[in-house]
């Protein structure tokens, strides 16, 4: 396969990594040219990925959200339209149901294939090629993105033939992912209020009932004092508005997600945006006086 990666974040360039362990030609693309040079040290083309559209068979779409994945596909430079006719676009990005029906719709129009394929799973598992993905798309969109998908993913759940229904999948998870980190935050920081350490709290925590796995995955940032980002605070106000977007236009009350959504807001108004997302527990600690581990 010829594939195409935009976006060479920690998720993108874990993705472009697993398709070249796979043996497929691989051109990367990021706005940070460090991070394409650090791909084509592992193997990857050292051609402009621009030139390479017309031979590509898929383009696997990373990037932040709805209107840089709309750049990417339609914008000045647009990819869709030097694609071959029955390539497919592989958009991973979480994006709103909407958003993805009407991309499929504008690829369909060129003769490109688009599947809605959000991705779950990490940084580490995108370098492992175990990303679970919520896909949905026509089944010819499902074929050609077959090879792409055996080596970056673990699971591919088939979520039918309509694209956005991977994206509501996807906002399903992101409810649940969110506002597991807030609780997780809300906890660790309670339990210091009560005499009880972080180190206590997640060597006792995930052998209890209360455990989830974004707190086993998170809550260790926290004891280690180590806000390096594997996913940043700044996703989830995005992430969580698009729950919260597609809550309201179904006349759904979402009030958990509603307090999670509020605490995301306040960490990057701290200027927490670009720290780890376990540094929402910041936002608890500071309004009551406590100290995170490694803080004074």
Known sequence: ??????????????IAVSLLRAGNEVWGEDINPAAVRRLQSQGASSGNLAQALPLLDALV??????????????GEAGSVAALRKGAVVIC??????????????????FGVLYLDAPISGGSVKAAAGKLSVMASGVPAAFAAAQPVLQATAEKVFDLGEHAGMGSAMKAVNQMLAGTHIAAMAEAITFG??????????????????GTSWMLENRAPHIVAGNYTPHSAVDIWPKDLGIV???????????????????????????????????????????????????EG
């Open 1 to 14: 396969m010829k594939v195409g990666v935009v976006g060479l974040g920690s998720m993108g360039f874990g």
């Open 61 to 74: 779409v990373v990037v932040l959200n709805g209107a840089q994945t709309e750049e990417v596909l339609f």
């Open 92 to 109: 991973c990005v979480t994006v709103a149901p909407d958003f993805a029906r009407q991309m499929a719709a504008r690829c369909e129009w």
């Open 192 to 209: 210091l209020t009560q005499g009880i350490s972080a180190e206590t709290f997640l060597k006792v925590i995930p052998d209890c009932a």
């Open 244 to 294: 919260l977007d597609a809550a309201q236009a179904a006349g759904f009350d979402a009030p958990l997600t509603t307090a999670a959504l509020t605490q995301f807001k306040a960490a990057s108004a701290m200027g927490l945006g670009r720290e780890d997302d376990a540094a929402v527990a910041k936002v608890y600690a500071r309004a009551s006086g406590l100290s995170l581990p490694g």
